[in-house]
């Protein structure tokens, strides 16, 4: 089973950055779109950016486009989310998750296995 780990989340002021890291240890990584989600209590798991196989290929939510970078290094089974400019409306746990399809997609369905999620808060 694949293990998905997060790490990276923590507490900001508005107009801050934080980098998130997602950490999954297998041959397989590589092979694989990863994605980024979050989740506030009470609403539904909300896309935030997608990346393909390769790395060549990436995808945002429009509410985080042009503050968000998404990146993996597939010689470390790494992937990140740089996160800047936060708002607290960014307020939320946020969750990667590995597809087994090569390009990056935004549903959360296509997404098989997933992380224990990290908190990400930003006060304003």
């Known amino acids: 089973q694949v293990q998905m780990v997060e790490s990276g989340g923590g507490l900001v002021q508005a107009g801050g950055s934080l980098r998130l890291s997602c950490a999954a240890p297998?041959?397989?990584?590589?092979?694989?779109?990863k994605g980024w989600f979050r989740q506030v209590p009470g609403k539904e798991r909300e896309f935030v950016a997608a990346i393909s196989a390769s790395g060549g290929q990436t995808y945002y939510a429009d509410s985080v486009k042009g503050r968000f970078n998404i990146s993996r290094d597939n010689a470390k089974n790494t992937m990140d989310l740089q996160m800047n400019n936060l708002k607290p409306e960014d307020t939320a746990i946020y969750y990667c998750?590995?597809?087994?399809?090569?390009?990056?997609?935004?549903?959360?369905?296509?997404?098989?296995?997933w992380g224990q999620g990290t908190q990400v808060t930003v006060s304003s």
């Open positions: 297998g041959r397989t990584f590589s092979t694989s779109a």
């Open positions: 998750a590995r597809t087994p399809e090569l390009i990056p997609t935004p549903l959360a369905r296509e997404y098989g296995y």
